[in-house]
């Protein structure tokens, strides 16, 4: 599961509001980190038994190389904190494990609970038909508490877009059904927060802080030997 913000029609699945949730996830991360060991065990068990059901394809936004031992694919918003968060401890582990892991980003914007999250993603999107979804990637987050249409257009003229193309294909939310997708994937596969990962093809609990993904990787390049 992700480890900071909650899908809100996964809350009211459980007739609780998004408050609530995100108090007991709070409260369970202090008593995590007080030494609740036995807690954190039965959770990442429960977690166990998600896996990623739509594997890595050509459309896939991708950094690393197709061959790496270890693939993580992560379900993000780009108006989540917690992912701005992990997206630099994302580059670390790139890195730090140079040649031995890939990464894989996938839309899963929380749209009732961060309103300029699905428009990112959608402008995400637009850039990459151009070639530059990393680029956009890197710079949404940065910018993360100014994502207005207005200064999301700036953006992309920041990166030298095509801007007719780029306006025309926003416009009639050409890119719409692809996020669409992928929020269907994550959902299936469990996720109901962001950021969500996998390590290859298994979901990982990040709930307790994201030191847990170097862990998983080292764990699987041991194991891949």
């Known amino acids: 599961m992700g480890c900071g913000c909650i899908d809100r ?7 609780l509001p998004v408050n609530t949730i995100v108090s007991l ?3 369970n991360n202090s008593v995590a980190m007080s030494g609740g060991s036995e807690e954190k065990e039965s959770k990442m068990s429960q977690h166990q038994a998600f896996r990623l059901v739509e594997p890595v394809g050509r459309t896939d936004h991708v950094r690393g190389p197709e061959h790496a031992p270890v693939t993580i694919v992560e379900y993000g918003d780009f108006e989540c904190p917690h992912c701005k968060q992990a997206a630099g401890a994302v580059k670390l582990l790139l890195a730090r ?48 508490n100014h994502l207005k249409l207005a200064q999301l257009r700036e953006y992309a003229q920041s990166l030298d877009l095509d801007m007719a193309r780029f306006t025309a294909e926003l416009d009639d939310e050409i890119y719409l059904q692809r996020v669409r997708e992928h929020q269907q994937s994550g959902l299936a596969s469990g996720v109901r927060a962001t950021p969500a990962f996998f390590i290859n093809g298994r979901i990982l609990d990040v709930s307790y802080g994201l030191a847990v993904l170097a862990e998983a990787v080292e764990a699987e390049l041991r194991s891949s030997r």
Do not use: I, N, T
């Open 25 to 27: 996830v709070r409260r």
């Open 97 to 144: 494990f140079e040649e031995r892991v890939r990464f894989v980003f996938r839309h899963f914007p929380l749209e009732e609970v961060h309103p300029h999250a699905l428009r990112a993603a959608e402008v995400a999107e637009c850039a990459s038909g151009q070639g530059k979804f990393w680029q956009m990637h890197d710079l949404l987050f940065e910018k993360q």
């Open 9 to 15: 029609k996964f809350a009211q699945y459980w007739g």
